[in-house]
């Protein structure tokens, strides 16, 4: 199995910057690819980021150019590093990464909540 620890969120003004950071433990070998994703309650899961170890992305729409998705290997984590916050970026961030026993569905973090107001 994979865990997935969070951290990183918080408050920030409207044009502010957060980095949030995910570290994998357990059968890190087994991970297909890593990323990110936020929901609000009740709605859809909307994708963030996503990276592989060979370090292709892919942004979700929303994010693209204001958002940037980095790993380090080594220390088994990714990084989402955010820019120009928006009041809608608000939400609930959640790391991800499937492997080869879930390789649909994947392990999911704790949540992460972010906060974009004045």
């Known amino acids: 199995q994979v865990q997935l620890v969070e951290s990183g969120g918080g408050l920030v003004q409207p044009g502010g910057s957060l980095r949030l950071s995910c570290a994998a433990s357990g059968s890190i070998s087994s991970i297909k690819y890593m990323g990110w994703y936020r929901q609000a309650p009740g709605k859809q899961r909307e994708l963030v980021a996503t990276?592989?170890?060979?370090?292709?992305?892919n942004y979700g729409n929303s994010v693209k150019n204001r958002f940037t998705i980095s790993g380090d290997n080594a220390k088994h984590t990714v990084y989402l590093q955010m820019n120009s916050l928006k009041p809608e970026d608000t939400d609930v961030y959640y790391c991800?990464?499937?492997?080869?026993?879930?390789?649909?569905?994947?392990?999911w973090g704790q949540g992460n909540q972010v906060t974009v107001s004045s």
């Open positions: 991800n990464a499937p492997d080869v026993f879930r390789p649909r569905d994947g392990y």
């Open positions: 990276i592989t170890s060979g370090g292709s992305t």
